[in-house]
């Protein structure tokens, strides 16, 4: 294998750990979680195989939108700390090997914040065109709300100077009008000021809204006119104050128009992306026991420049959002899935986590993860992913998976010291409840979720081609099942898994022989093997020989996966 520097692509082979510190551990014993609380909780981390933490927002807030309404770029809420304490983790996590981003929400603030209580009090505040205003009444916007159970309109009028102001979520939480250069300066600001405390980036809140002229006056749109420009010029500036800093994306849109965040063919935007559309088809072939979605949106996926990657997740701290999805598709995952009202979420979502979804099945949950860790990108983990929480079906909207991080057994989860009606958030019951689900009994049992998702992170690392390579969704007649190669270089692998309760068998032909040692294919597919790297017995420990044409056999249980390595007669890896 070739030798690179790869120390600036960092999160080609990450493992992302997204974190809500109001809810992973208390340190003091108020109720809530804190920064020094999950600071003492980094070593966990480290021992899971993270090596990337995304915090949530930490910034002052009035709380109305479990903190993405901020009401300073600049400061650490109270309730979790100080700056003091959030340099402390940031050192402490570096001193493992693991680096901190966080939540940059700049395409709206709280209405509480000074900017917009000055951009209020009349029409000649300085702070008047940080956000968009229009004096005629606004046409019917009901269809273009994010959260159409509590808003009606994306346009308030606000009594005191006798005119509208744009918001696409809360009106509590008014836009931002980054068509203005000094609101572009303020944000550039403040991503160099939290560089310079030691975060190592940032995941972009609701990038499109962020980006969004609706409404801007037409003047300032004329000076303006292409806001990829500036994200662009943003994702330079984070560059030169920290060269190897990320800008991980949060667009939901099609593959097409996502394409456009990267920055197109050249790149320079986004560093790295979610892939919405992945998640969506992954559950819609999960709910068919059919790969075939789950292929589709692979082979559908765009190329990215060398510099830019998916990041890929089943699980995080929003709604599972299904909007992609036609009508009748949607409808069979929620069929499938969450088929009562009560666990669906905007009519486009579920407020559910995995293991409730996959009923609990410890094989379905397991291929969830396996997909999770061997679809081409990078894998991000929602807080409790890990042990497999569960959520709570009573509390609001998206709030139902941001419960207590399940510790140990105690009627607290060990989350804090301070009794159940005293914590910030309710802890999960039932079934999922801390009793039955906690880090505690699965440290100490070796055929538990943790112990699974540790392997599976230990593996990831080991397998360079699933964040560095190119891939091939590779063509068969077994519809459940998908089976996809990976290859960079002279490492290679292949990742097949079955959506089916039935056992299969699939035959593969496994396209151009890999690389040998000294960089040559002579010997074809002569020798070469397929290694299995999870411990699952089921395959010989000498390998899965294949034929001289590339054909392989592969046997999978109902719900099984295996993790193949191709590995030439002349290769001597370690796994």
């Given at each position: 294998?070739?030798?690179?520097?790869?120390?600036?692509?960092?999160?080609?082979?990450?493992?992302?750990?997204?974190?809500?510190?109001?809810?992973?551990?208390?340190?003091?014993?108020?109720?809530?979680?804190?920064?020094?609380?999950?600071?003492?909780?980094?070593?966990?981390?480290?021992?899971?195989?993270?090596?990337?933490l995304?915090?949530?927002?930490?910034?002052?807030?009035?709380?109305?939108?479990?903190?993405?309404?901020?009401?300073?770029?600049?400061?650490?809420?109270?309730?979790?700390?100080?700056?003091?304490?959030?340099?402390?983790?940031?050192?402490?996590?570096?001193?493992?090997?693991?680096?901190?981003?966080?939540?940059?929400?700049?395409?709206?603030?709280?209405?509480?914040?000074?900017?917009?209580?000055?951009?209020?009090?009349?029409?000649?505040?300085?702070?008047?065109?940080?956000?968009?205003?229009?004096?005629?009444?606004?046409?019917?916007?009901?269809?273009?709300?994010?959260?159409?159970d509590?808003?009606?309109?994306?346009?308030?009028?606000?009594?005191?100077t006798?005119?509208?102001?744009?918001?696409?979520?809360?009106?509590?939480?008014?836009?931002?009008?980054?068509?203005?250069?000094?609101?572009?300066?303020?944000?550039?600001?403040?991503?160099?000021?939290?560089?310079?405390?030691?975060?190592s980036?940032?995941?972009?809140?609701?990038?499109?809204?962020?980006?969004?002229?609706?409404?801007?006056?037409?003047?300032?749109?004329?000076?303006?006119?292409?806001?990829?420009?500036?994200?662009?010029?943003?994702?330079?500036?984070?560059?030169?104050?920290?060269?190897?800093?990320?800008?991980?994306?949060?667009?939901?849109?099609?593959?097409?128009?996502?394409?456009?965040?990267?920055?197109?063919?050249?790149g320079?935007?986004l560093?790295?992306?979610?892939?919405?559309?992945?998640?969506?088809?992954?559950?819609?072939?999960?709910?068919r026991?059919?790969a075939?979605?789950?292929?589709?949106?692979?082979?559908?996926?765009?190329?990215?420049?060398?510099?830019?990657?998916?990041?890929?997740?089943?699980?995080?701290?929003?709604?599972?959002?299904?909007?992609k999805?036609?009508d009748?598709e949607?409808?069979?995952?929620?069929?499938?899935?969450?088929?009562?009202?009560s666990?669906?979420?905007?009519?486009?979502g579920?407020?559910?986590?995995?293991?409730?979804?996959?009923?609990?099945?410890?094989?379905?949950?397991?291929?969830?993860y396996?997909?999770?860790?061997?679809?081409?990108g990078?894998?991000?983990?929602?807080?409790?992913?890990?042990?497999?929480?569960?959520?709570?079906?009573?509390?609001?909207?998206?709030?139902?998976v941001?419960?207590?991080?399940?510790?140990?057994?105690?009627?607290?989860?060990?989350?804090?010291?301070?009794?159940?009606?005293?914590?910030?958030?309710?802890?999960?019951?039932?079934?999922?409840?801390?009793?039955?689900?906690?880090?505690a009994?699965?440290?100490?049992?070796?055929?538990s979720?943790?112990?699974?998702?540790?392997?599976?992170?230990?593996?990831?690392r080991?397998?360079?081609?699933?964040?560095?390579?190119?891939?091939?969704?590779?063509?068969?007649?077994?519809?459940?099942?998908?089976a996809?190669?990976?290859?960079?270089?002279?490492?290679s692998?292949?990742?097949?898994?079955?959506?089916?309760?039935?056992?299969?068998?699939?035959?593969?032909?496994?396209?151009?022989?890999?690389?040998?040692?000294?960089?040559?294919?002579?010997?074809?597919?002569?020798?070469v093997?397929?290694?299995?790297?999870?411990?699952?017995?089921?395959?010989?420990?000498?390998?899965?020989?294949?034929?001289?044409?590339?054909?392989?056999?592969?046997?999978?249980?109902?719900?099984?996966?295996?993790w193949?390595?191709?590995?030439?007669?002349?290769?001597?890896?370690?796994?």
């Amino acid at each position: 294998m070739r030798i690179t520097d790869t120390s600036d692509l960092w999160w080609k082979t990450g493992v992302i750990y997204c974190v809500d510190v109001e809810t992973f551990f208390d340190s003091d014993g108020d109720g809530i979680g804190d920064l020094a609380g999950l600071a003492q909780r980094v070593d966990y981390l480290a021992e899971l195989g993270v090596t990337c933490l995304w915090l949530m927002p930490f910034y002052p807030t009035p709380g109305r939108d479990d903190g993405y309404d901020i009401t300073d770029f600049y400061g650490v809420d109270h309730r979790l700390g100080h700056h003091g304490d959030l340099v402390e983790l940031i050192r402490t996590a570096r001193d493992r090997g693991m680096r901190v981003i966080a939540d940059l929400v700049v395409n709206h603030t709280s209405d509480r914040h000074p900017w917009f209580k000055s951009a209020r009090s009349s029409k000649d505040s300085p702070y008047r065109d940080f956000y968009v205003w229009r004096s005629e009444p606004p046409p019917d916007t009901s269809r273009e709300v994010v959260f159409p159970d509590q808003e009606q309109s994306i346009w308030t009028l606000d009594e005191k100077t006798g005119e509208w102001y744009l918001h696409h979520f809360y009106r509590h939480q008014p836009d931002l009008n980054v068509a203005n250069p000094q609101v572009r300066d303020e944000i550039a600001k403040a991503i160099g000021f939290w560089l310079e405390v030691g975060l190592s980036g940032f995941r972009v809140d609701a990038v499109p809204y962020f980006l969004s002229m609706l409404g801007v006056d037409s003047k300032e749109l004329a000076e303006f006119a292409n806001p990829h420009e500036y994200l662009r010029a943003l994702t330079k500036f984070m560059g030169r104050r920290c060269g190897d800093a990320v800008l991980l994306g949060e667009v939901n849109l099609p593959y097409k128009e996502q394409l456009e965040y990267f920055g197109g063919a050249e790149g320079g935007e986004l560093t790295m992306m979610f892939d919405f559309i992945l998640m969506q088809n992954t559950y819609l072939a999960m709910a068919r026991q059919d790969a075939r979605p789950l292929a589709r949106a692979l082979k559908d996926r765009p190329q990215t420049t060398p510099d830019c990657q998916w990041a890929t997740f089943v699980r995080n701290h929003d709604e599972l959002t299904l909007d992609k999805l036609s009508d009748s598709e949607r409808q069979e995952v929620f069929d499938a899935f969450g088929a009562d009202p009560s666990m669906q979420v905007y009519g486009r979502g579920l407020k559910r986590r995995v293991p409730p979804m996959m009923d609990g099945d410890p094989r379905r949950i397991r291929l969830m993860y396996s997909l999770l860790f061997t679809l081409p990108g990078t894998p991000v983990l929602y807080y409790g992913e890990e042990i497999g929480m569960g959520e709570n079906l009573e509390a609001e909207g998206r709030m139902a998976v941001r419960t207590p991080m399940q510790w140990t057994a105690d009627a607290s989860a060990g989350f804090s010291t301070a009794p159940p009606h005293r914590l910030v958030a309710r802890v999960t019951g039932g079934g999922y409840g801390p009793e039955h689900v906690n880090v505690a009994g699965q440290r100490r049992d070796q055929g538990s979720l943790l112990r699974f998702i540790t392997l599976l992170t230990q593996r990831y690392r080991e397998c360079p081609e699933l964040g560095w390579g190119h891939y091939e969704v590779l063509s068969h007649r077994t519809p459940s099942v998908l089976a996809h190669r990976c290859t960079w270089d002279d490492a290679s692998m292949l990742a097949v898994h079955n959506l089916s309760s039935e056992a299969v068998t699939v035959s593969l032909v496994l396209g151009d022989p890999p690389l040998g040692p000294s960089g040559e294919t002579d010997g074809g597919w002569r020798g070469v093997v397929l290694v299995d790297l999870l411990p699952s017995g089921d395959y010989p420990e000498d390998g899965i020989p294949v034929a001289d044409d590339g054909a392989v056999t592969v046997p999978l249980a109902g719900y099984g996966y295996a993790w193949l390595r191709i590995q030439h007669p002349a290769q001597r890896r370690l796994i």
